[in-house]
């Protein structure tokens, strides 16, 4: 329409065909179609394309209805003579299959009080203190209070998701009777219709003694309770907020929880969730006294100088535990706590970013009797007697083994028994660039320097002063007659 009337305009103000078509980006015949049109041109309705697949509906729909796939149902109707291309059969697939797809209606899901909650998180990549960070947000909603708990962690494994339940349940001081969750492969081994849980998830839920159930899979609608609040937080705590570290991020959002989340009035409810929550909290299922301990790949032994391996790094724990198994778990990826067999908090480390990193609390070693021996003195002056160049390489030992510096001396003495002084003095020289002072480092750089020598076919002595070298090769038949022969008996034949 705005071409045929931009086309008699300039035709009224005396252009010619060519120079209309020039101006506008027309071509030549188009100009000279509207020329001859003296009313506006109309638009013809389209005539439908006719499905090819009308002859077969009743078939395909059958064929649909027991999960046939595509590909199958194309290769019967090719046995028929179904002439239409691939590209058209699936086009009229799709529109046959949207006919059979009647929307279904929702019937919303209201619980009693203490009956269900809901839990799901939501993953968020924000800036701290110019590194990239991706934070997981864990929410637990009371489904009759809309009552919630966030909880923020550095990692989504099946430690962290359990952890904020946990931490959610003691939040809420009790536990719903239903958990509603998602299909993550943490909570559920197989998802609906065969629905299977996973085992420590399972034992989490006997711990705390709620009753799991996972939604069916694409059904977003089932947990909406706690997925629309994720909008909520996304667009007015995550959009245009700096956080300046993690710390910083999981104080705010507490904040912002009290006030924005359980202190608003509800769309639905009418009320504020915290003030439903106090008709509800009552009827939650009592918290047990321990914390759950049942997560068998977390267990530890400590070493003899109390400490225990978390991610390539070692954590004290008090002396008493010394060689004693205990069990671990990461909190939110940021704090690593640990626990003794009967499920009491015995330490709490911040985790370290830099692997193979010590890290030690004084109050762990408090009345142990330290090295303070004569032997130790004694190992330290021999050391520096044999190697006065390594002192650094002896402070940055008794640095990072200050609980059990005589054990790692004496076998690195021992070394000296084995190995020239030069590998050893190469060793050390290693050991202070990657700042790692152990026997067993030091003992695997001279093995690997002692492969990668060229191999000689001979070791080499030293003779006395006063001696010259003899060739000493003889061959092997001088060795024959040293060898002793039986005389055989006389008479008879012999081999």
Wanted: net charge positive; glycine share 6%.
């Amino acid at each position: 329409m705005n071409e045929w009337h931009t086309i008699r305009t300039l035709k009224a103000n005396g252009l010619g065909i060519k120079t209309i078509a020039r101006q506008l980006g027309l071509s030549r015949n188009t100009v000279r179609k509207y020329f001859e049109l003296d009313r506006p041109p109309q638009r013809l309705p389209s005539v439908p394309e006719e499905n090819s697949l009308a002859p077969f509906a009743d078939e395909v729909t059958y064929k649909l209805a027991q999960h046939f796939l595509g590909n199958r149902i194309l290769k019967d109707l090719r046995a028929k003579g179904y002439p239409t291309p691939r590209r058209t059969f699936y086009r009229h697939l799709a529109e046959l299959k949207s006919q059979l797809a009647q929307p279904q209606a929702i019937a919303r899901f209201e619980t009693l009080p203490g009956q269900q909650a809901q839990f799901d998180w939501a993953v968020y990549t924000l800036q701290f203190d110019k590194l990239i960070t991706r934070v997981y947000v864990h929410s637990l909603i009371l489904g009759f209070s809309r009552y919630q708990y966030f909880y923020a962690s550095l990692d989504c494994t099946q430690v962290s998701i359990l952890a904020a339940l946990e931490e959610g349940f003691r939040f809420f001081n009790g536990v719903p009777h239903e958990l509603l969750v998602d299909n993550p492969k943490a909570l559920v081994t197989q998802p609906r219709p065969a629905l299977r849980f996973n085992r420590t998830f399972l034992e989490f839920a006997g711990h705390y003694g709620f009753q799991p159930v996972a939604c069916w899979p694409a059904r977003a609608q089932t947990k909406g309770k706690v997925e629309r609040p994720f909008r909520i937080l996304e667009e007015y705590f995550i959009k245009g907020n700096v956080f300046v570290s993690f710390e910083d991020f999981v104080q705010r959002l507490a904040q912002f929880l009290v006030v924005e989340i359980n202190g608003r009035l509800h769309g639905t409810t009418r009320e504020r969730p915290s003030d439903r929550f106090a008709r509800e909290q009552m009827v939650l299922i009592p918290l047990p006294e321990r914390r759950f301990v049942g997560i068998g790949q977390l267990w530890r032994k400590a070493s003899g100088d109390s400490l225990v391996c978390y991610d390539y790094s070692r954590y004290s724990v008090p002396h008493e535990y010394a060689y004693k198994p205990v069990w671990i778990r990461s909190k939110a990826g940021v704090e690593l706590e640990i626990y003794a067999q009967d499920g009491k908090l015995i330490a709490t480390h911040r985790i370290s970013r830099q692997r193979g990193a010590t890290i030690l609390q004084a109050s762990h070693y408090q009345g142990l009797a330290l090295e303070a021996s004569p032997y130790k003195q004694i190992l330290m002056r021999k050391f520096l007697q044999r190697f006065p160049r390594q002192q650094t390489f002896l402070d940055r030992l008794l640095g990072q083994y200050r609980f059990n510096a005589t054990q790692q001396l004496r076998r690195i003495l021992n070394l000296a028994e084995e190995y020239s002084s030069d590998l050893l003095q190469e060793a050390f020289e290693q050991a202070l660039t990657y700042n790692t002072f152990s026997y067993q480092f030091l003992k695997g750089l001279l093995q690997a320097r002692i492969k990668s020598l060229p191999a000689t076919g001979a070791v080499s002595m030293p003779l006395p002063a006063g001696l010259e070298p003899v060739d000493i090769r003889r061959g092997l038949q001088g060795y024959q007659t040293l060898l002793e022969f039986p005389t055989p008996p006389a008479g008879g034949d012999h081999d």
